[in-house]
């Protein structure tokens, strides 16, 4: 069992930054690939970044390519999300998401099969 907590979130101004974290619980973090998803108010949940296990392998959804950055720090059962030059179409609840990798290469785009999830912290980007 795997329990994920997010935190950082919060008010930002447009090109604003902010990062958020995801602590996990247990000694398996590193059998994890890794991902951030976002839900925007009557939006679907979309793929926005995701890690893979060793963290040598990362994908970005088109929309924050160049803006944000997402890596993990293994001996702190901890991954990040960097954003940077935030806009108002990124106001959403970020969630990470844990899914039980192989290969330590792997990453995952979609949020079909993850294995765990975090509850979520609002990231707000507003004048």
């Known amino acids: 069992q795997v329990q994920l907590v997010e935190s950082g979130g919060g008010l930002v101004q447009p090109g604003g930054s902010l990062g958020v974290s995801c602590a996990a619980s247990g000694r398996t973090f590193s059998s994890y690939a890794m991902g951030w998803f976002r839900q925007a108010p009557g939006k679907e949940r979309e793929s926005v970044a995701s890690i893979s296990r060793s963290g040598g392998s990362t994908y970005y959804a088109d929309s924050v390519k160049g803006r944000f950055t997402i890596f993990r720090d293994n001996a702190k059962n901890t991954v990040y999300l960097q954003m940077n030059n935030l806009k108002p179409e990124d106001t959403a609840v970020y969630y990470c998401?844990?899914?039980?990798?192989?290969?330590?290469?792997?990453?995952?785009?979609?949020?079909?099969?993850?294995?765990?999830w975090g509850k979520g912290t609002l990231v707000t980007v507003s004048s």
């Open positions: 998401a844990a899914r039980l990798a192989t290969y330590t290469h792997t990453y995952y785009v979609t949020d079909i099969g993850m294995n765990y």
